[in-house]
């Protein structure tokens, strides 16, 4: 079953830091959902700019689709999920 190639796929930002779990874990959802539904994504370590820091480092894991904030913090997979399937019924 093949799909054709979107070519205005959602646009995902990933905010994170290493020694995360809670990062970790929302990576390995992005993983699962991906095998699902194609997205780009900009994963971006928060400690690479102190703006950045400052602004998340008491709510990453952040997750961003298309410029609207989604998802922080402890993040369940059934809303992660259901946040992509909004995104793409509004692309359609």
């Not at 780009?40 to 298309?66: G, H, K, M, N």
């Amino acid at each position: 079953m093949s799909r054709a190639k979107d070519p205005a796929l959602p646009q995902v930002t990933f905010y994170t830091k290493a020694g995360c779990h809670l990062c970790d874990e929302a990576r390995e959802m992005l993983d699962d959902i991906a095998a699902e539904t194609p997205f780009e994504l900009a994963e971006t370590d928060i400690r690479t700019s102190p703006e950045l820091f400052e602004q998340y480092r008491y709510r990453i894991p952040v997750i961003i689709i298309d410029g609207t904030l989604i998802v922080e913090g402890r993040i369940e997979y059934r809303e992660l999920a259901q946040a992509f399937q909004e995104a793409d019924r509004l692309r359609k």
